[in-house]
């Protein structure tokens, strides 16, 4: 009996021990693409207006969130959070650009209760409907409502409305990445398009202190945005 005990319990440890080594391939596939780090992340940060400093733990995090989301399959993003060390405004920022670089599937964050939630019908169709115009294109508003069946000049005022209306109920439900609605003019701005612009007058400087990364003009100087210290641009003679 004492021998079926033993055998069994070996079983169960080798079982444990092979699901802990699929789960650890699991825990590091996010970092593994090449396209998750965090010089692009603060980039991504700071296009929503944070400035974000260096953080050793940043693969670390990024990883846990990744497991507890697809791994663990958890919705909470309070534990989310908790599991990965990370405040609940940073863990939704980076479940934000996990799903700008297509790490995660589309899903709703729901902010009033703190869930991640699966994206609905309804919102899927409005996905799959402008994902086009906005991902593959960069369209302005403007240039959305122009395409739509039907669309005239004299309802275009109207398809305008309502492709804001649109994007502004999957921009808030965060289904939408990589670009900001402005509700007053009923503008977008793509975070690859302004990267782009600014690329021609500015240049990104880490910042000595804490890591943050700032824009400045070339051969200019700043005051970091998160911690103060002056950011020089210094022009080689």
Do not use: W
């Amino acid at each position: 009996m004492e021998v079926i005990i033993i055998g069994l319990l070996l079983i169960v440890v080798i079982i444990s021990v092979l699901n802990s080594i699929k789960n650890k391939k699991e825990y590091t596939k996010v970092t593994k693409t090449g396209t998750v780090n965090q010089d692009s992340f603060q980039r991504y940060a700071k296009f929503y207006e944070h400035a974000i400093p260096a953080d050793i733990l940043f693969e670390e995090k990024m990883n846990k969130i990744y497991q507890a989301i697809m791994i663990d399959k958890k919705k909470d993003i309070k534990q989310i959070a908790a599991k990965a060390g990370c405040s609940y405004d940073e863990c939704i920022l980076k479940i934000r650009y996990l799903k700008n670089k297509r790490q995660i599937g589309d899903m709703h964050i729901d902010h009033i209760n703190g869930k991640l939630l699966p994206c609905s019908e309804e919102d899927n169709a409005l996905l799959e409907k402008y994902k086009p115009f906005l991902y593959n294109n960069h369209l302005t508003i403007s240039e959305m409502a122009s395409r739509m069946p039907g669309a005239t000049l004299s309802n275009l005022e109207k398809q305008k409305e309502q492709v804001f209306n649109d994007l502004k109920n999957l921009y808030d439900k965060d289904l939408i990445n990589g670009i900001k609605l402005n509700e007053v003019d009923k503008e977008i701005l793509y975070y690859t398009v302004e990267k782009r612009k600014k690329e021609k007058d500015y240049i990104s400087i880490r910042c000595k202190n804490c890591g943050a990364i700032n824009d400045v003009n070339r051969g200019s100087k700043v005051r970091c945005e998160y911690c103060g210290t002056i950011i020089e641009d210094i022009i080689a003679e």
